[in-house]
């Protein structure tokens, strides 16, 4: 009875933890690695685990780096079951669509150039067949997944339907309790409700993203986004905001319509320009039992969330062609959310040379993605081929952030009242480090920070 540590041990993305009891196995998370293309290239590798042999999935949530792999393990043969959110499993089918659609028309790409047949990653009819094996579940339902293994999803206030898993195993005489905290969000997030408290555990796999830092104040951010629409506005340019679109989406389409008029953002015109963007934003309006309360009184008092009235909704490639002949005053969301792929990398590059426009990083970029050089400051970046000049002005708004900073994690953690002890995943190296010494000095918790391949034995 032994958990093995894989994906997003010792770095943030390819979430992917191995649950071994009584002769079965249970994946928690099968996420995509994210990255540098050598960083993704790791994804075409074998799994460290038989495919076959894997009897269920657990799945925290619906972002690429938790769920990205699952077409993967159906195509090297899993057939079991896969545990989501209700939630969960209608954005999980919006996501892995779109990423098999970009899958498929890159190895075409690259077939053409390059004269040899590439493969992609997966394909659409992978993803349809993990969408199959799907099973949603509720929040507060505790279920069976296998023989010995039952778990219990609580909300985890990352993005709706993200999940903190209780996990019950038990073998022979022996019962043990552990829980996997996903990605925990932010306390007082906008549209969802917080990160649910869990009473206790016998040991905690938690995410360390933000571990070593804390996030500024949500109210300042909201300021500062103001006041580059109000820089934008009198430079006459453009804003570039690059957008996850499961979650990070909706809350900038959130804070824009709660501001449209403080922020005079009738001068623009706003595009939402993500098909699945699109069809995300339609899937939280489906579940609005999930807000909190702020969000609930706004849809109760408009009849809808926050309107924008300007709102341009992108769903074609033509569509998405003629906002770059718009020289000022577009606003305009895309994915991918770490400018690694998706409709931003071209309007990236047709904005980026020219310092009337701003770019508003709103999430987390890894190590090696288009988005973290931004971030870095790099004078040209590398865009199709071409060296693109960097001269719009970049900007790093990190109070949006859909994880939980340093004293969000802690207060989490500080629910369980036995403080067991943690074993940090989904972090880089220094945050993991600076997060462990911040528990162990407040709390006396015993941290740990597993390698791939470590193994934690229950009995």
């Not at 993005?159 to 996903?182: H, N, P, R, T, Y």
């Not at 699945?276 to 009184?297: G, N, Q």
């Not at 009337?356 to 988005?371: M, P």
Request: overall charge negative; aromatic content about 6%.
């Amino acid at each position: 009875m032994h958990i093995e540590f894989f994906g997003a041990a010792g770095e943030v993305t390819g979430s992917c933890h191995v649950l071994r009891v009584g002769g079965k196995t249970v994946l928690l998370d099968c996420g995509l690695i994210q990255g540098s293309r050598k960083d993704e290239a790791r994804n075409r590798g074998p799994f460290p685990f038989d495919a076959e042999r894997v009897d269920a999935v657990v799945l925290s949530h619906a972002h690429l780096d938790h769920c990205g792999r699952l077409p993967l393990l159906v195509r090297r043969g899993f057939r079991g079951p896969i545990f989501a959110h209700q939630a969960s499993c209608e954005l999980a089918t919006i996501l892995l669509a779109d990423a098999a659609k970009l899958e498929e028309r890159d190895a075409e790409y690259l077939t053409r150039k390059l004269k040899k047949k590439v493969k992609p990653l997966f394909t659409l009819a992978q993803g349809e067949q993990v969408i199959r094996q799907m099973r949603g579940v509720k929040y507060r339902e505790r279920i069976e997944v296998v023989p010995g293994v039952s778990v219990r999803f609580r909300d985890a206030g990352h993005i709706l339907g993200s999940c903190a898993v209780e996990v019950w195993v038990q073998e022979d005489s022996v019962e043990k309790k552990i829980v996997f905290s996903g990605d925990l969000g932010q306390y007082d997030t906008p549209i969802l409700k917080d990160p649910e408290p869990i009473d206790s555990a016998d040991a905690v796999l938690m995410e360390s993203t933000y571990g070593n830092r804390r996030h500024r104040e949500r109210d300042a951010t909201v300021e500062e986004i103001g006041e580059i629409i109000a820089r934008a506005g009198s430079h006459k340019g453009n804003i570039l905001i690059p957008a996850f679109a499961i979650g990070r989406t909706q809350e900038v389409l959130y804070q824009l319509g709660r501001h449209f008029d403080e922020w005079g953002l009738d001068r623009f015109k706003i595009f939402l320009d993500s098909p699945m963007a699109i069809e995300t934003s339609k899937v939280y309006w489906e579940y609005p039992h999930l807000y909190d309360e702020e969000a609930t009184r706004l849809r109760q008092e408009n009849g809808g969330m926050p309107l924008l009235p300007n709102l341009n909704l992108s769903r074609s490639s033509e569509d998405s062609m003629a906002i770059n002949r718009i020289s000022s005053g577009a606003i305009v969301i895309a994915g991918s959310g770490m400018c690694n792929g998706g409709r931003i990398v071209h309007h990236l590059k047709h904005n980026l040379g020219n310092e009337r426009h701003q770019v508003i990083i709103v999430g987390y970029q890894a190590y090696g993605s288009l988005g973290r050089k931004l971030v870095d400051g790099h004078e040209t970046v590398r865009i199709h081929g071409m060296h693109v000049p960097v001269k719009a002005q970049v900007h790093t708004v990190g109070g949006l952030s859909a994880h939980g900073d340093q004293d969000d994690l802690a207060r989490w953690y500080e629910c369980m009242e036995n403080r067991p002890p943690v074993y940090l995943v989904h972090g880089e190296s220094d945050s993991q480090q600076a997060f462990a010494e911040y528990l162990h000095d407040r709390n006396g918790a015993k941290v740990h920070q597993p390698a791939p391949g470590d193994r934690l034995e229950l009995l």
